[in-house]
């Protein structure tokens, strides 16, 4: 074996070699699946335009490994691969291109953008696959879907279909979330930010003349679309004014006075004034006293005639335009700073309006079964997460879920030309009206937002609703019994309401049972600081570009070994740096077996005779048990930690070398490092299938298979006296080792020392690991202490290393001049302590430090004084 491995060499070969012999697929672990037990996980589908960032890194790292474990544990095993449409994200970019060639898409017509948009999607989707290949993960790849394939389409509208005939989904004049530029967002779809804005205080005036009333707003240029003045019908101070009209400040406009408890008397003047069509409280208010609505601008912001002059101006620009003209008339009686939440489309950042638009819902009635079992049988992890879910479920609203789009699926309802019957079918060309007759009808214009589609993810890849379209990708009978309900769902917390709520409903309504037996919501990947990643900040850690200088292995176990449960990820070069140099240490332990034995069998395939064997595999056994529990309970971390502990400490710092003194153990202990390179498989798995044919001889490159098909170890024979004994062993060495630290040899040979037990163990088997290990030509076990010798006690034994044997006049003379030292040091400190005039007058802080320092000089005194004692 050359001095160093190099990945770059490794892993792009070793990927396509198991990914042609169709290792990732259902059947790829044939030979070692087991009946009836199935594993199903679905990928979230990341956007097809998009790339990977480190929060995909993570997502797919803790499913791979998930996967490949239980691949080699012997289960059918299906992750299902695939890219999300992402509507709002792809029409975006498309557009962007448009406008740079000096078009729009409203000049090239829909079916024209919609061949650029597949265009785009052919051109940029294959990118963020080749990506996570790279990071090495293993999904079923030749069944990937894209969530608006022939098949999933089919999925989708025999969804709504079901959903449109039994009542579930209806078309209202709603208030929604109304982007100027991508029309209808669902409530989660919308971000709060606190923006310095203004409060606007305005006049408005009696039309009889009596007087005015003074109310605020942040949003000036709505105020062409109030309706209504309101106060608390308890408030004393307006119950004169109820009833009465005001005029609308630069209109002729008259608005009534009325009273509605929505409003707080204690904040600003306690007059409001009522705008139904652009605010949700005021939406409600209206609704209540049967107000007009009125609209003052239209679905891209412009303002219309309702706003006199200000007609054909864009929302936000012609806030200050209004106000000066406000100012001018004087109606604005002062302006204040106001810090308040604002939302923007989780896209494109633009402010969010409420605005009534004619859009499509689906009942929040379809997720109450799912809620209900949700509540009962809580199978998030970390379980805290069904807080969050009951929180956000006990309080939800019909869902929007038609968009202003043209990329997406069409929403699949017909309204006739002639009847004017409306209807939702699931042919995309329906032969005539089901009610008339007639030939000539309309589709809704509008798509289905991305997240409906993907709502069905649990399922329709695995053939639900396909309708017989793409049968090479799955075998609905038997994938509908195997993988679904799926096994586990790893994915971000973010998403927890945009998909996870929604596939729980969606899986729940159409199957009668909740799509997941287990959900695990991981954290965010923050910078080694704690700080968010953004590119503004200019900490973004790019996954490929870690790839490319470390490793995938690296970064994959650098992933898992920080997904501690329910916290962040701090994620920096040192971790990086870490887990290289662990990537260093499994290298250099076969580098060492191999300069003794050439290759080295199974571990199934030989007996253990050894009693360092015995104790390797002892210790080997707890591991494997340790890391199956944390694995089956998604405790990736703590699976993590315990491999690193095993294969540095307990394998590589004691087993190695202990095995310099037991050569006959070498042959074992390489059997049984192959065996832990299986343990390390799921989470390394390039740098262990390499090893490990190193060591058996064999390679993969011609022919030999891989460990991602082999069985994960299990029940492997402990020793429990023979672990008992290394335990006395690896006492005694670290005594000695203390004790030669005393008279300054750590890491010389001493000729003579000796060990009294307290409890039974085979000394002679012991011995040699104790005298190589601990650097001692010849130990003696003893009853009784030994007399003039420097002492370390612990648990279980005592060392003695006897003076009379040892050239002590160095030693003493080297403490001897560190106690003089000392002592000096003390003497000053004791001096300015004990000045009177030094304690009143110099900083409390001063003071504090240098008693801070006379107690560390009196302890480090103190021991050195101990050691000469115990030497002398």
């Not at 997240?451 to 399922?459: I, T």
């Not at 190193?694 to 994960?712: C, I, N, P, R, Y």
Request: hydrophobic share 35%; glycine share 6%; charged share 30%.
């Amino acid at each position: 074996m050359s001095g160093k491995y190099e990945p770059s060499k490794v892993e792009d070969n070793y990927y396509k070699i198991c990914e042609d012999r169709g290792y990732f697929e259902i059947d790829g672990n044939k030979d070692i699946q087991q009946e009836g037990k199935n594993f199903s996980i679905m990928m979230p589908p990341p956007n097809v335009t998009g790339s990977l960032h480190i929060g995909h890194a993570l997502t797919f790292t803790l499913q791979d490994i998930i996967t490949r474990y239980k691949r080699m544990d012997g289960y059918k095993t299906l992750w299902q691969p695939g890219t999300d449409h992402a509507g709002i994200a792809t029409q975006n970019v498309v557009e962007k291109q448009l406008l740079a060639e000096g078009t729009t898409k409203e000049e090239i017509g829909r079916e024209k953008f919609l061949e650029r948009a597949w265009l785009q999607k052919e051109t940029s989707g294959g990118s963020i696959v080749h990506q996570m290949r790279k990071l090495g993960v293993t999904p079923a790849w030749s069944r990937e879907r894209f969530t608006m394939d022939e098949g999933l389409k089919e999925a989708v509208k025999e969804a709504f279909v079901s959903l449109y005939n039994d009542g579930f989904i209806t078309q209202n004049n709603y208030m929604v979330n109304w982007c100027t530029h991508d029309g209808a967002l669902s409530d989660i779809e919308v971000e709060h930010e606190e923006v310095n804005g203004k409060f606007y205080h305005m006049i408005y005036k009696f039309a009889d003349g009596s007087g005015e009333v003074q109310v605020a707003t942040t949003r000036p240029e709505t105020y062409f679309g109030d309706t209504a003045i309101m106060v608390h019908p308890d408030d004393e101070r307006y119950k004169d004014i109820v009833g009465k009209e005001v005029l609308l400040p630069l209109t002729d406009r008259k608005i009534k006075v009325i009273t509605d408890s929505h409003v707080d008397m204690e904040f600003g003047t306690g007059v409001v004034k009522v705008t139904p069509a652009h605010d949700q409280n005021d939406y409600e208010v209206g609704k209540r006293h049967d107000l007009e609505f009125i609209k003052v601008f239209d679905e891209a912001g412009i303002l219309n005639d309702y706003c006199g002059e200000f007609a054909g101006l864009e929302r936000l620009e012609a806030r200050q335009p209004i106000v000066d003209k406000l100012q001018a008339e004087g109606y604005i009686v002062k302006i204040d700073e106001h810090n308040h939440q604002v939302g923007h489309c989780y896209r494109c950042k633009n402010i969010v309006e409420p605005f009534i638009s004619q859009q499509w819902f689906l009942s929040e009635k379809v997720a109450k079964s799912s809620i209900d079992k949700t509540k009962a049988h809580n199978n998030f992890h970390p379980a805290h997460w069904i807080n969050s879910y009951t929180a956000w479920m006990d309080e939800l609203r019909p869902w929007c879920i038609s968009r202003q789009l043209w990329w997406g699926h069409r929403i699949p309802v017909f309204t006739c030309d002639s009847c004017n019957h409306q209807w939702a079918d699931k042919a995309d060309e329906p032969e005539a009206c089901p009610k008339c007759g007639n030939k000539h009808y309309t589709q809704d214009p509008d798509v289905l937002d991305t997240w409906f589609s993907s709502a069905l993810w649990a399922m329709s890849p695995l053939g639900w609703g396909n309708n017989g379209k793409l049968p090479e990708l799955y075998n609905l009978e038997q994938d509908m019994k195997d993988f679904y309900p799926n096994s586990l769902l790893i994915t971000g917390f973010d998403i927890m309401f945009f998909w996870v709520a929604r596939m729980m409903m969606m899986g729940d309504h159409f199957q009668g049972e909740l799509p997941f037996k287990d959900i695990y919501m991981h954290a965010l990947v923050r910078d080694e600081h704690g700080a968010k990643m953004s590119k503004s900040k200019g900490n973004v850690i790019d996954p490929l570009d870690m790839v490319e200088e470390h490793s995938a292995d690296i970064i994959r176990f650098t992933l898992a070994y920080l997904a501690v449960q329910g916290r962040d990820i701090k994620l920096g070069a040192k971790n990086l740096e870490q887990f290289r140099n662990f990537t260093n240490k499994l290298y250099n332990a076969a580098n060492f077996l191999t300069l003794n034995v050439d290759t080295f069998e199974d571990l199934k395939d030989i007996e253990i005779k050894t009693a360092l064997g015995k104790y390797m595999q002892s210790r080997l056994s707890h591991a494997v048990e340790d890391v199956r529990e944390a694995l089956e309970t998604f405790k990736f971390n703590e699976a993590a930690s315990i491999l690193y502990k095993f294969v540095w400490t307990e394998f590589c710092d004691w087993g190695i070398e202990y095995s310099k003194a037991s050569k006959d153990s070498i042959s074992e202990l390489g059997a049984i490092f192959k065996e832990t390179l299986k343990l390390v498989s799921p989470f390394m798995p390039f740098i262990s299938d390499y090893l490990y044919h190193k060591l058996s001889g064999t390679s993969l490159e011609d022919g030999a298979e891989s460990l991602m098909v082999s069985s994960f170890p299990k029940e492997i024979a402990q020793d429990k006296e023979t672990e008992a004994m290394f335990a006395i062993i690896e006492e005694a060495i670290t005594a000695l080792r203390r004790a030669k630290v005393i008279i300054d040899m750590g890491n010389s040979k001493i000729a003579k020392a000796y060990i009294k037990l307290d409890t039974k163990i085979d000394t002679q088997l012991a011995k040699p690991f104790i005298q190589k290990l601990a650097k001692v030509e010849d130990i003696e076990f003893v009853e009784a202490k030994v007399e003039n010798s420097i002492t370390d006690v612990s648990d279980n034994l005592e060392v003695y290393l006897p003076t009379s044997e040892i050239d002590m006049s160095p030693i003493i003379d080297k403490l001897t001049k560190q106690k003089e030292k000392v002592e000096k040091e003390v003497n000053k400190l004791n001096g300015m302590l004990s000045n009177e005039r030094f304690v009143a007058n110099a900083p409390e802080a001063v003071v504090a430090e240098n008693k801070q320092a006379l107690a560390d000089a009196q302890a480090k005194l103190e021991k050195i004084e101990n050691e000469l004692k115990a030497i002398s």
